[in-house]
């Protein structure tokens, strides 16, 4: 697509903050490579080493001059291991203990954090270690342990996740802590959270947010197989989505993981909600200087499947060189992002999946935002224009993946935060919302001060009737004075 070779990176980048990169001039150094949202995974560290860091990212953004989005990864009801004095190497056929416990772990005997784990784990179940590269059969029960065998093995160092099947779990999610360390990142001012181990549109309520931007954004991993069961109810209770592919390759057949990760983001961006799409994406730049080509491929199929992010995990939380990596990610993507099929993904949404919606604001929503694709590229229009308070209007016309570049402009902070995981989504502020005329005109001279368009080009313009409409209603193709 010799036309879009011009174009900024469309698909967002998610990084995860961790010792490798807490420090300010390593933090900067991602922002300017191309992250554009900081991942706080609170299973790791102190609550207060995650709020100074989020403080440190709101201090960067001021500094480079663009949003940068805040995502706090709650725990969930996940199962660790107790921390290993260093990295232990685990052969096929090493015999261990498992034992319930929160001291440490050794290579001999691991203590498993969960209470339960004599009466709900029996002979013969498999469990992951960590990403799931280790797993161990359980052979026998000793009474106080359970003794188990190495069926694949690796390098087991820190404190590992232990996947146990979703259905055998007797917590739930949120959990109590969970909540404890929300009520904080909220008091903080984080912009989004991500809710571990969802199985259902229940366990999304059960947070209890305000919807956004009044509340943070909230985002539901999909790592379960009862939440591909519940996929359309929780989709419709979230705010976004993540294919947490670690646990959920644990739960499901590995070769089915291909394929339901293509059919979460199509469900996920036909009902409006940003798609992220995680997991062992560049992962042997955690040590590496390069990614395998497989993982390069891996990072752009994402792009072709219509991912609105893609994440990096310990590649930057505990990797060799966390900005090199962040850029790595930003030039695969945006070379995918040249290649991706704008045309057929926005005729295969109008086709399959527009006569779904239910309720007027939905359906008038689902009708302007066509009409607005369909105008765009018809006219070649050099932008798209949203205006709104939520973020709605530009994650509404976002579905149709637009060749024209979408500019995100709301009076609220913290949309603008949100829009940052929004795929192709600039966010620009303004400082209020006033009758169309008027807002309209702000919105055309600021984003050609800021070298968006130039006069003479035709935008669409796309948003509500006043500042509280709850659809997209009123669209505009108007020419750059």
């Known amino acids: 697509m010799d036309n879009l070779s011009h174009v900024k990176r469309r698909t967002k980048i998610i990084a995860t903050i961790g010792p490798a990169c807490a420090d300010e001039t390593t933090l900067k150094a991602m922002v300017e490579a191309g992250m554009d949202v900081a991942r706080l995974n609170l299973s790791h560290g102190t609550l207060e080493e995650q709020i100074e860091r989020l403080g440190w990212l709101r201090r960067i953004a001021d500094a480079v001059g663009r949003p940068v989005g805040v995502m706090a990864d709650l725990p969930g009801p996940k199962v660790r291991l107790g921390s290993f004095d260093g990295p232990v190497e685990l052969d096929v056929d090493d015999e261990l203990l498992l034992e319930?416990?929160?001291?440490?772990?050794?290579?001999?005997?691991?203590?498993?954090?969960?209470?339960?784990?004599?009466?709900?784990?029996?002979?013969?179940?498999?469990?992951?270690?960590?990403?799931?590269?280790?797993?161990?059969?359980?052979?026998?029960?000793?009474?106080?342990?359970?003794?188990?065998?190495?069926?694949?093995?690796?390098?087991?160092?820190?404190?590992p996740g232990l996947h146990i099947p979703s259905d055998r779990l007797k917590l739930t999610t949120p959990t109590p802590e969970d909540l404890r360390l929300l009520d904080a990142m909220v008091e903080a001012d984080v912009d989004m959270v991500a809710l571990s181990f969802v199985r259902s549109a229940h366990d999304v309520r059960r947070v209890g947010l305000e919807p956004a931007p009044r509340g943070p954004l909230v985002v539901a991993k999909i790592e379960t197989r009862a939440a591909i069961e519940n996929l359309d109810g929780i989709i419709t209770e979230s705010g976004a989505v993540m294919v947490a592919r670690g646990d959920l390759g644990t739960e499901l057949s590995l070769q089915d993981l291909p394929h339901l990760q293509k059919s979460i983001i199509a469900r996920c961006i036909s009902l409006g909600r940003p798609a992220i799409t995680a997991t062992q994406m560049l992962e042997s730049m955690i040590s590496a200087p390069a990614p395998t080509r497989a993982e390069a491929s891996d990072v752009a199929n994402a792009v072709f499947d219509g991912t609105s992010a893609v994440m990096l995990s310990a590649e930057t939380a505990i990797g060799r060189d966390p900005a090199h990596v962040v850029a790595t990610m930003a030039s695969i993507a945006t070379r995918a992002d040249q290649e991706f099929n704008y045309e057929g993904w926005g005729r295969q949404l109008r086709r399959d999946h527009l006569n779904e919606r239910q309720g007027a604001d939905l359906k008038v929503t689902d009708v302007m935002t066509l009409a607005t694709w369909q105008a765009a590229k018809e006219i070649d229009a050099k932008a798209i224009i949203c205006i709104s308070r939520s973020g709605f209007t530009v994650r509404a016309i976002a579905r149709f993946r637009p060749q024209a570049p979408i500019l995100g402009f709301s009076p609220e902070e913290r949309t603008m935060r949100q829009l940052t995981m929004s795929w192709g989504a600039t966010p620009l502020k303004i400082d209020r919302i006033d009758d169309n005329v008027v807002t309209v005109h702000t919105v055309l001279e600021r984003a050609k001060a800021e070298g968006h368009i130039r006069t003479g080009d035709i935008v669409a313009v796309l948003g509500g009737s006043s500042g509280t409409v709850a659809a997209t209603d009123t669209l505009r193709m108007v020419r750059c004075p």
């Open 100 to 159: 319930p416990g929160k001291g440490p772990s050794t290579g001999e005997r691991f203590t498993v954090g969960y209470d339960s784990l004599l009466t709900d784990i029996h002979k013969g179940d498999r469990l992951a270690v960590g990403d799931g590269s280790i797993v161990l059969e359980v052979v026998d029960h000793t009474g106080d342990a359970l003794k188990a065998r190495v069926l694949f093995g690796g390098t087991v160092q820190g404190r």
